[in-house]
Structure formats: C-alpha cells, structure tokens
C-alpha cells in the first residue's frame, strides 16, 4: 500500500478515537502516533536526569537533545528513548504522572508537535486527538471525527471502570465530569474541539464499536486504492 496516507482523529473524550486509532494502524500497517506514549517518554527522560517537571526552561533545554521515535510491531509500538526500548518503562505510574506535569508547558507542547510532524512527514501513520485534523497534520488524506452523545460517552466511560462493581465512581459523576473536560476542550482559547472542515464526521451514540469500525474501515481502504493509483 501507499505509505503516504496520513489519517487524523479528533473528538471529545470518550468518543472511542483511540480504539480506532489502534484498528486503522493494525489493519493497515500504520504508525499509530501515540501522543501519551511521546510525552511519557519525555518525562522518563526528565525524571531520569532529576530536571523538574515544574520548569519549563530546563524542559525546553532537555528536549532539544532528546529523541523519540515509535515502531509498529504486531504487539502495538515500541518506544524508543534517544534509541533505547523504553516501551516498558513509560507504563509506569509515576512516568505517567510526570506525563501529565511536563504535556502543560506550551513549550514542551510545540515541540511535540513538530516532532509529530517530522514522524508522519513520510506517511504511513494513523494520529488521534483533539486538534490533529486542524492544527497537526491540517493537510490530512483522511480526516475523521468521531463524536456522540455526552450520554453515550459518559456510559461507555463508566463501564470502562468497572460499572456497578466500582462503587465509588457513579454514572452521574463520570457525565458530570466528561460535560466539564467538553467545555474547557471546546472552548479553550489554543486550538479549541472542532471538526476541520473537510473532516468526516462519524456520529456513534447508536452505533457499536463493531458498526463504527466497520464504516470507518471501508472509507480508509477506498482512499488507500486511490493512493495505490497515483
């Protein structure tokens, strides 16, 4: 197949983006750009190396001699850290919240970007977020957002943590919560939620996964016999 297809992911939390993301890159032998993995990594790196998470200069100074890269393996990607396999070590907990501490400084953030864009200059990736379509990778073969019904999403969230057998999370709290990170995501002032204009939009409050899938799948491998042509 082409390896310049390039297929982005947006919508909200809970939309299911990363389960398609994770389906795309398996069925069509796509890099799958693991935003979490990448900044994981980077704050492997900054732990590793004592620099704090608080400071973003010192931030910016370390990730201008940091590498990252992703390979696709049968078993998902393997994450490599200045050339080291690190695919183990960035599922930590304490990497992953160190994650979340280095992903706030917009210098860190802009990085990431560019280094998102030099990974998929080639083609040949599948990436989901919140502003991939619009602001990532804006010249996309493919753009896809993914959306449903805060109801449906807040649903799917709470059967996702156990349901009934979690007592201490309720339905009513996780739609609470997902309406709030709706409203900061749409109506932040750095490239807010919104479907890029030419994205396809795919609406899955009354569909199963296995349907969305499905429809999404037909729409990649029509685009990818069109690539095949050119």
């Given at each position: 197949?082409?390896?310049?297809?390039?297929?982005?992911?947006?919508?909200?939390?809970?939309?299911?983006?990363?389960?398609?993301?994770?389906?795309?890159?398996?069925?069509?032998?796509?890099?799958?750009?693991?935003?979490?993995?990448?900044?994981?990594?980077?704050?492997?790196?900054?732990?590793?190396?004592?620099?704090?998470?608080?400071?973003?200069?010192?931030?910016?100074?370390?990730?201008?001699?940091?590498?990252?890269?992703?390979?696709?393996?049968?078993?998902?990607?393997?994450?490599?850290?200045?050339?080291?396999?690190?695919?183990?070590?960035?599922?930590?907990?304490?990497?992953?919240?160190?994650?979340?501490?280095?992903?706030?400084?917009?210098?860190?953030?802009?990085?990431?970007?560019?280094?998102?864009?030099?990974?998929?200059?080639?083609?040949?990736?599948?990436?989901?977020?919140?502003?991939?379509?619009?602001?990532?990778?804006?010249?996309?073969?493919?753009?896809?957002?993914?959306?449903?019904?805060?109801?449906?999403?807040?649903?799917?969230?709470?059967?996702?943590?156990?349901?009934?057998?979690?007592?201490?999370?309720?339905?009513?709290?996780?739609?609470?919560?997902?309406?709030?990170?709706?409203?900061?995501?749409?109506?932040?002032?750095?490239?807010?939620?919104?479907?890029?204009?030419?994205?396809?939009?795919?609406?899955?409050?009354?569909?199963?996964?296995?349907?969305?899938?499905?429809?999404?799948?037909s729409i990649v491998q029509k685009r990818v016999a069109d690539l095949a042509k050119v």
């Amino acid at each position: 197949m082409s390896r310049r297809l390039i297929v982005a992911i947006d919508g909200p939390a809970g939309a299911g983006k990363s389960t398609v993301a994770r389906h795309l890159a398996a069925h069509f032998e796509l890099l799958n750009l693991e935003t979490g993995a990448m900044y994981r990594a980077f704050a492997l790196k900054a732990l590793r190396t004592g620099t704090s998470l608080d400071e973003a200069a010192a931030l910016e100074t370390l990730a201008s001699g940091t590498r990252i890269g992703l390979e696709p393996t049968p078993a998902g990607n393997r994450v490599l850290l200045d050339g080291e396999d690190v695919t183990g070590q960035v599922r930590e907990p304490e990497v992953t919240q160190a994650a979340s501490k280095v992903s706030v400084h917009p210098a860190i953030r802009t990085w990431m970007v560019e280094l998102q864009r030099q990974l998929g200059s080639a083609g040949g990736v599948v990436m989901e977020g919140r502003d991939i379509g619009t602001v990532v990778f804006p010249d996309a073969d493919l753009k896809f957002f993914l959306d449903a019904s805060p109801e449906a999403r807040s649903q799917r969230r709470y059967e996702q943590t156990g349901g009934a057998t979690a007592s201490e999370v309720t339905p009513e709290a996780v739609l609470k919560e997902l309406r709030e990170r709706d409203q900061r995501d749409r109506n932040r002032a750095e490239s807010p939620l919104r479907p890029a204009d030419d994205a396809i939009l795919v609406d899955s409050t009354s569909l199963t996964l296995d349907q969305v899938l499905a429809r999404i799948e037909s729409i990649v491998q029509k685009r990818v016999a069109d690539l095949a042509k050119v």
